[in-house]
C-alpha cells in the first residue's frame, strides 16, 4: 500500500477547526497538495459527477427546504460525531431539531478518513460503469492500488454467500 501525503489543507468550511483536511496524494510527491487528486480528471471532464462524489462522501443528506426543525441541509459527516456541546459552538442546537432529525444526521456521521475512503472508491466505481471515461493511467494506478482489490474481495465474499439452486 502506499502512504499518503497527508499534509494539512486549509478550510473555509465553519468547521474548520476540525476539518483536518489532508493531502491524498503519494507521499513525496512533485507539486501542489490535493485532497482529491484522484477526481483531477473528472473534474474537468465531469465536473457535476466528481462534485457529486465530494458532496455524497463528506456530507450527510438533509433537507431540500430551508427552516428551524429541519436541520442543516448538508454538514460534514464528521461534524456530527461531536458532541450536542460542541456543535452548539457551531451554532447547530441539535436540541432545537426534531429527534428523527438528529437520528438521521448522527447515523450518518463517519470520520473524516472514512470519508475519504469513500470519495476514492465512489471514483473508481464511477470507472467501472459502462461508457464511463476512461481514467488516465496515473489515476487508474492511484485507484486501482487502493480500491481493486477491495473491490475484488467484496465480491468474492458475496459469491461465496451464493446458494446453489436445488
Aim: glycine share 4%.
Amino acid at each position: 500500500m502506499i502512504d499518503f501525503c497527508l499534509k494539512p489543507l486549509d478550510s473555509r468550511s465553519r468547521f474548520s477547526l476540525i476539518a483536518n483536511h489532508r493531502c491524498y496524494r503519494e507521499k513525496g510527491h512533485d507539486g501542489k497538495c490535493s485532497e482529491y487528486p484522484y477526481l483531477q480528471d473528472l473534474e474537468k471532464t465531469h465536473k457535476k459527477v466528481a462534485q457529486k462524489i465530494k458532496r455524497d462522501s463528506t456530507n450527510t443528506t438533509g433537507a431540500a427546504w430551508a427552516s428551524a426543525d429541519a436541520g442543516p441541509n448538508r454538514i460534514l459527516r464528521w461534524a456530527m460525531l461531536l458532541s450536542d456541546e460542541e456543535l452548539r459552538g457551531y451554532e447547530l442546537d441539535m436540541s432545537q431539531l426534531r429527534p428523527g432529525i438528529v437520528a438521521k444526521l448522527r447515523e450518518k456521521a463517519a470520520p473524516y478518513e472514512d470519508c475519504m475512503q469513500v470519495a476514492m472508491k465512489l471514483t473508481w466505481l464511477v470507472y467501472q460503469m459502462p461508457d464511463a471515461p476512461t481514467p488516465p493511467d496515473s489515476i487508474r494506478r492511484y485507484l486501482e492500488t487502493r480500491c481493486a482489490t477491495k473491490v475484488a474481495q467484496e465480491k468474492s465474499r458475496w459469491a461465496m454467500l451464493e446458494v446453489e439452486p436445488i
